[in-house]
């Protein structure tokens, strides 16, 4: 017997709600999921989720792969196939009987009638049945934007580290070259004062010289006048 829970999507609830989705038909879908996809974030309804990673479910019980199939229609495991016009995976025992070897998914069969998930993507409908199908719609497409926002956090909590260490490598060169530039700078001041107090006693040195000379000029000069009042007092 199929279990049902009844959803209720009051249009308070549902208004304003968009799917980044430029193909998603839907009108304020509920519920929302955020999506992770490299360096970009989208809000995503539960069907453009299931569209936009087709290889990760299996498109007949809408149950999670464990291992999803590889590119070019290899299976990573062998108990799951490839659909023949998309990425689109299915257990090799959800396939009908007869189209294993040139299986078509359901949205290759039926690109706008399909849908993964119709429950809450129109306000109109405030009220809707959830079957067991969609139910494990819901469920599938939570699981893959769960991980697809785990992995986008682990490449910005990476690429934050990667910035941290960037970030302390450019604050240790800085400090290198502030502490050589200081170095450099006081060098620079010793060079001029040693270079100020070479010429101090250079001029020292020339003032000094020129006294002596002076000095000894008066020195001889006194001594020739002492000589020449000893000649003139010695004369009859």
């Not at 229609?73 to 023949?84: M, N, P």
């Not at 497409?141 to 302390?168: F, G, L, P, T």
């Not at 240790?172 to 060079?191: F, I, P, T």
């Amino acid at each position: 017997m199929m279990t049902a829970a009844e959803i209720f999507t009051a249009n308070a609830v549902g208004a304003g709600r968009r799917c980044d989705s430029d193909l998603c038909p839907a009108r304020n879908p509920w519920p929302i999921h955020h999506v992770g996809n490299r360096a970009a974030f989208r809000r995503l309804c539960t069907a453009c989720v299931l569209r936009h990673h087709r290889g990760f479910f299996c498109s007949v019980c809408l149950e999670i792969l464990d291992s999803p199939p590889l590119s070019g229609g290899i299976s990573a495991a062998a108990d799951v196939s490839r659909c023949l016009r998309c990425p689109s995976a299915v257990h090799s025992s959800c396939v009908p009987a007869g189209a294993a070897p040139n299986y078509v998914c359901p949205i290759c069969q039926d690109p706008e009638g399909f849908p993964y998930f119709s429950v809450g993507g129109n306000a109109d409908r405030p009220r809707r049945l959830m079957d067991a199908a969609e139910a494990r719609a819901l469920l599938s497409a939570s699981r893959i934007a769960a991980a697809s926002m785990n992995r986008a956090a682990a490449a910005a909590r990476a690429e934050a580290e990667r910035k941290a260490k960037q970030a302390a490598a450019a604050s240790k060169m800085a400090r290198e070259m502030l502490e050589r530039a200081m170095l450099v700078s006081k060098r620079g001041k010793d060079g001029m004062k040693e270079k100020e107090n070479r010429n101090d006693g250079m001029k020292e040195n020339s003032s000094s010289g020129r006294i002596n000379g002076v000095l000894k000029v008066k020195k001889k000069k006194k001594k020739k006048k002492k000589m020449a009042l000893s000649f003139q007092s010695g004369l009859p």
